[in-house]
């Protein structure tokens, strides 16, 4: 299996920050990998796919970067809304994903 | 758009088998692939399974013995069936297409194993 390790496991920041979440994978799995969004009691939503192709919808503060096994995701100039958990997930073999980092206000 | 609902008991009793319809409006199922998640109260996202266009499924090697998932394209409907339940399969399980990422999600069903 795959492994996928996130970090920080959760991070406080203010409205106006620019905040990078890393993810790792334990072996190579090219840019097969997306980033999610989830908010208490809904499902997520799908920010980032294929390492950095920014989701139809999704504010251009959001980007992502990386390739191989190490991958991030960077929100630039935080809003109330982006709040949430963050998980990354890989679909370069049987899917698994990181194990979510919290993202909370200061 | 594509919309998905996810349908089934929210009570299992343990050793018995777990089985969920995914219904999908808006679209045909048979041009998506499609994958099962499931998140346990207050843990993160366990993908379970996925089915391909051509039928083909694939699935997390930890359930592997006892997941089945399925498409019945005359209702467009995507199922999950998992086997020898226990508490520990007590969660919220999700349906999702699987296209640019995992883009389309329904709202979630919970699923409590207790006798």
């Known amino acids: 299996d795959i492994q996928m390790t996130q970090s920080p496991s959760s991070l406080s920041a203010s409205v106006g920050d620019r905040v990078t979440i890393t993810c790792r994978a334990s072996?190579?799995?090219?840019?097969?990998l997306n980033w999610y969004q989830q908010k208490p009691g809904k499902a997520p939503k799908v920010l980032i796919y294929?390492?950095?192709n920014l989701q139809n919808g999704v504010p251009s503060r959001f980007s992502g970067s990386g390739s191989g096994t190490d991958f991030t995701l960077t929100i630039s100039g935080l809003q109330p809304e982006d709040f949430a958990t963050y998980y990354c997930q890989q679909s370069y073999s049987t899917y698994t994903f990181g194990q979510g980092t919290k993202l909370e206000i200061k | 758009q594509v919309q998905l609902q996810e349908s089934g008991p929210g009570l299992v009793k343990p050793s018995e088998t777990l089985s969920l319809t995914c219904s999908v409006s808006g679209g045909s199922i048979s041009v998506f692939h499609w994958s099962w998640i499931r998140q346990s109260a207050g843990k993160g996202l366990e993908w379970i399974g996925r089915i391909s266009t051509t039928g083909s499924t694939s699935y997390n090697p930890s359930l592997k013995s006892r997941v089945t998932v399925s498409v019945d394209t005359s209702k467009n409907q995507l199922s999950l069936k998992l086997s020898s339940v226990t508490a520990a399969d007590t969660a919220v399980y999700y349906c999702?297409?699987?296209?640019?990422?995992?883009?389309?999600w329904g709202q979630g069903t919970t699923v409590t194993v207790s006798s």
């Open positions: 072996q190579t799995i090219s840019s097969y």
């Open positions: 999702a297409r699987d296209s640019k990422g995992l883009d389309v």
């Open positions: 294929a390492a950095s």
